[in-house]
């Protein structure tokens, strides 16, 4: 009985503290966002923020970030293709950046939703073009095999495509949800470091990740991906993708620590014959900052090629 009493003491105590140090403590509302250089739309589950921009009658390309890190990373690579004659979305997912944080599941089917809905306001065409980094990768996916006729082409960046090793404890309800405000949140701004090859960088990217971190909800969508996304097998999605017969660059750079290079060798296993990867030589988990130049090429002549290739009979010649 008094180790109960102790540990509830304990439990509250470490609660109290939890709550006090919680950074969130403002309500993300239309006057936060007027102060932001992105446009809104209201979706079915709340408000998601995206920049268009280039040519209104060009080939959409639609840019997915990844777990934790908004979309304005993507400004440069959007000039880049906006240059190469693409019109560009990118969006903050439900949860990040200055798009709402709903309550319910952070799931594939919730991103699905999402997507699906915004390029329907957006009045976007029947096919776009989608590239997805990271997690945004296993969106992009998720939605390829839902909507395959929907897609003109994908690419995927350093794509999340093995489930990680966590301690059990952060899959369980209550204690779980202790533990990750006590031990694995306060972390987070530091593990941002791990996404360059040149920790220097991480002083420029880190403000895209902390500016989202006061506003009520983030630690909530954060924890639910991790345990329906992250913690989740997604090899069945690559392996459906990969009946497709797409042709799909697999663009990763060499020194990539958050997703390893040598995942590479998995992915193009499931996603064979069409599957071939572009090694950005030098780069970490975010090559299109850290190698821009690099990376917009690839991007480019990806999609070109694609685009460029001839289609595919529905029934060849025997």
Known sequence: MRLLIVLGVLLVALTGWIVWHNPERKDLDSEVRAQ?????????????????????????????????????????????????????????????GWSDRPAGAYDLARYERQLTELLAVLGAPEQVRLVGLSMGGLIAAHYTVAHPDKVAALALIAPFNAVPEVPDVLRWPVIGNVVAHALYFPRQADMQKNTFADPALAAQYLPLFTEQLPYRGFRRAILSTLRTVILKDPLPTYLALGTQGRDIPLIWGS????????????LLQALRPGARLVTIDGAGHAPHLEAPQATQAALIDALRAVESAPEVPENPPS
Not at 82 to 87: I, L
């Open 255 to 266: 020194e990539d620590q958050v997703v390893p290079y040598a995942q590479a060798s998995r």
């Open 36 to 96: 932001v250089d992105m446009r809104f739309v209201g979706l079915s589950e709340g408000v998601t923020g995206y920049t268009l921009g280039g040519d209104e009658d060009a080939p959409w390309v639609v840019l997915i970030h990844g777990y934790s890190v908004p979309s304005p990373q993507w400004a440069a690579t959007a000039e880049a293709l906006q240059a190469a004659g693409y019109r560009t979305l990118y969006y903050d997912l439900y949860g990040r």
